[in-house]
């Protein structure tokens, strides 16, 4: 069983930059063929991918943070990192971080962003 713990969250103000950070339990061997991706959740609104990132260092972006938003991966530590820059108060939610194994799905539990106008 994997274990996902997000960190890096909290308050900053508009146009600012923060970064998140997910590390994953387990094997290293696994956690390379992983797909991890990063969701949000603001208040009243659904979960939305934000960006995904392959075993391939493939990456996928949500039109919304394009060009402001860069995922990447580090193998030798089992963590994928979200670096997000030029921050909009709609960039607030629960950052949520997932892992994709073959048909499992595993979630970790969430850090808050705030960003302040």
């Known amino acids: 069983q994997e274990s996902l713990v997000e960190s890096g969250g909290g308050l900053v103000q508009a146009g600012g930059s923060l970064r998140v950070s997910c590390a994953v339990s387990?094997?290293?061997?696994?956690?390379?063929?992983?797909?991890v991706a990063w969701y949000r959740q603001a208040p009243g609104k659904q979960r939305e991918l934000v960006a995904a990132?392959?075993?391939?260092?493939?990456?996928t972006y949500a039109d919304s943070v394009q060009g402001r938003f860069t995922i990447s991966r580090d193998n030798a530590k089992n963590t994928v990192h979200l670096d997000m820059s030029s921050l909009k108060p709609e960039d607030t939610a629960v950052y949520y971080c997932?892992?994709?194994?073959?048909?499992?799905?595993?979630w970790g539990q969430g850090t808050q962003v705030t960003v302040s106008s």
């Open positions: 990132i392959t075993s391939v260092f493939t990456t």
């Open positions: 997932r892992a994709d194994k073959g048909t499992l799905v595993y």
């Open positions: 387990g094997s290293n061997f696994i956690f390379r063929i992983m797909t």
